[in-house]
């Protein structure tokens, strides 16, 4: 397989810089792409980055793939710069988080820095094997959707968007509904298609991430991720993503991946769509219903991905940090079942193009998951490496790379051309 090919070109300029930190701290990546091979010297060089400076010592903690602590020490910035620096020697993701050394100095909490690098990202292996009657499964649950006619219930709603037409979807599914807003150009033609996923939580949906999309000639469905109208803000436990997590047979995500599929499937069917062009989108959840609804829906054709959740649940029996949805790794049964969900087997079935960033000191969908999981599609991918990134809603200041590559990939789609990720020819 051919190695990964990665974006630099929107990280880079931000990334080779000196950064000044908050804390009066700053600090250099030795690589500023931050990705290193296995048995390299990874490494920063910090500095304060103020006079005078309130804080010059900082207790430090390199872990791997943010779990196995590796190395700890103190650093005296008093006289100069120093030198964080860690090697591995298998594939993985280190993490560090650097702390003032007077727990008592003001703000100690938020003048924590943390800092990430990738050692040979492109190797990650699954931290488990995917079980053998992964595909049989799925299959079995699409036959039964399958099974179930759609009927199509739309509503039209009034937007202040010129130009375009906005309405409510509900649509028959295994157990529940299909629920969202689709939005379409107020024009006779046929039109790329759009589907949206939604990132975590229980919440209405804004009908502008609808229109604002179909004004720029997209034909878009955004797609709830429970069985709520898209105006609907309650009506499902907060704490769904741990409902029926022991087995296959339970958990919410079964349902929810089958109507990620079902939307797929509809917005195919819709007489508007140019039969050519279907990407999905999605950030944290919605990445994670992205990635799982391409492995389970040929007719996707391009995928663009943000920190996308639900990779690598069986991490943390193997020493790598587990990401959202968080599932009990002292629960035997549900890390049996976490496999049967985990976006890094959905992702050995995906053949359309992705475009995956990923943040390399995230803490709620961690880099070494996504990556793994990136490196199991067997067709063309993209990765953004986001070096200074944690979550996206923690550090939205640093998603400016996503943002425009994005943007771009979204404006090479719309135009009618394919997605080529870059570096694959």
């Known amino acids: 397989m051919a190695r990964i090919r990665l974006a630099f070109r929107f990280s880079l300029a931000c990334a080779v810089a000196m950064l000044a930190h908050a804390q009066e701290l700053s600090?250099?990546?030795y690589h500023a792409n931050g990705t290193y091979d296995v048995g390299e010297k990874a490494g920063w060089t910090l500095a304060l980055a103020g006079t005078p400076a309130a804080i010059t010592r900082y207790d430090y903690v390199v872990k791997r793939n943010n779990f196995d602590v590796i190395e700890t020490g103190t650093i005296d910035l008093a006289?100069?710069?120093a030198k964080i620096e860690a090697t591995l020697d298998e594939p993985g993701m280190l993490y560090v988080e650097l702390s003032p050394s007077d727990p008592g100095a003001a703000d100690a909490e938020k003048k924590k820095i943390h800092l990430g690098a990738a050692i040979a990202p492109w190797k990650l292996k699954p931290s488990a094997p995917k079980p053998a009657d992964f595909d049989a499964f799925w299959a079995e649950k699409l036959a039964e959707l399958n099974k179930i006619p759609m009927d199509p219930?739309?509503?039209p709603v009034e937007t202040k968007t010129a130009g375009v037409e906005l309405y409510t979807v509900?649509?028959?599914s295994v157990g529940s509904h299909v629920q969202g807003y689709l939005a379409k150009p107020a024009r006779e033609g046929k039109f790329p298609a759009?589907?949206?996923?939604q990132w975590a939580g229980v919440y209405a949906l804004q009908p502008q991430a609808s229109t604002g999309r179909a004004a720029q000639g997209?034909?878009?469905f955004n797609v709830d991720s429970h069985d709520m109208a898209p105006d609907q803000a309650t009506g499902v436990s907060q704490g769904y993503n741990a409902i029926g997590n022991t087995s296959r047979e339970t958990s919410y995500f079964l349902n929810m991946?089958?109507?990620d599929s079902r939307a797929i499937d509809y917005i195919a069917s819709r007489p508007e769509w140019d039969g050519k062009t279907l990407v999905i989108l999605g950030t944290s959840m919605g990445g994670q219903q992205s990635l799982a609804a391409a492995g389970?829906?040929?007719r996707v054709t391009a995928v663009l991905v943000n920190e996308p959740a639900g990779a690598d649940g069986n991490g943390e029996l193997h020493g790598r940090k587990a990401g959202y949805p968080n599932w009990p790794a002292d629960n035997p049964e549900a890390m049996k079942t976490a496999p049967y969900f985990d976006t890094v087997n959905f992702a050995t079935r995906i053949h359309a193009p992705v475009l995956a960033a990923i943040g390399y000191i995230d803490v709620v969908c961690p880099p070494v998951g996504i990556w793994t999981a990136v490196d199991q599609i067997p067709g063309a991918k993209e990765v953004i490496p986001m070096v200074e990134s944690n979550h996206n809603n923690l550090t939205p200041q640093k998603q400016g790379a996503w943002d425009a590559r994005s943007k771009e990939v979204l404006g090479i789609l719309l135009s009618g051309e394919p997605f080529v990720p870059a570096g694959w020819q």
């Open 79 to 81: 006289s100069g710069s």
């Open 218 to 220: 997209w034909l878009v």
């Open 296 to 298: 389970l829906n040929p």
């Open 257 to 259: 991946y089958l109507r």
């Open 27 to 29: 600090y250099t990546p």
């Open 194 to 197: 759009l589907v949206i996923f």
């Open 153 to 155: 219930v739309l509503t």
């Open 170 to 172: 509900k649509l028959a």
